[in-house]
């Protein structure tokens, strides 16, 4: 009897963590209002519902030629501004952090050196004793 118990009572436990701690319901978030979707070019009535099936007249306003002139022009500036002015000053700084990189890897190198053969001195001296 009591093993028919244990077997029964054991896959009950195991879903035990999967249950709520409490039985208070939950409530769930309500859901925001749907965002502004913009104007339309859709025709209504009187009432304000839409008119099935009636399209537009004309088709939407287009930007004007000097409108699109201007945009052109103001992104071929900022193409002209973004390229470097001269090649030399970039080749010049990449130069010198070269320099600065090799510099500072000889001086690694020759840490490393120094602290590997301190250590070889120090392990033949504490063999000597």
């Not at 896959?11 to 749907?34: H, N, V, Y």
């Not at 009535?45 to 699109?68: C, M, R, T, W």
């Amino acid at each position: 009897m009591a093993a028919t118990l244990a077997l029964i009572g054991a896959p009950l436990s195991a879903c035990q963590p999967l249950l709520p701690r409490d039985d208070t319901p939950t409530i769930l978030p309500r859901l925001g209002a749907a965002p502004a979707s913009g104007p339309s070019a859709q025709r209504l009535d009187e009432n304000g519902y839409p008119l099935i099936g009636a399209f537009p007249k004309a088709a939407a306003p287009q930007v004007s030629n000097e409108e699109v002139q201007a945009t052109r022009d103001r992104f071929a500036n900022v193409a002209a501004r973004a390229t470097p002015p001269n090649d030399a000053a970039y080749q010049r700084r990449v130069g010198e952090l070269s320099q600065i990189a090799a510099q500072q890897q000889s001086e690694a190198e020759a840490r490393l050196r120094a602290a590997t053969t301190g250590s070889a001195a120090d392990a033949a001296s504490s063999r000597a004793q």
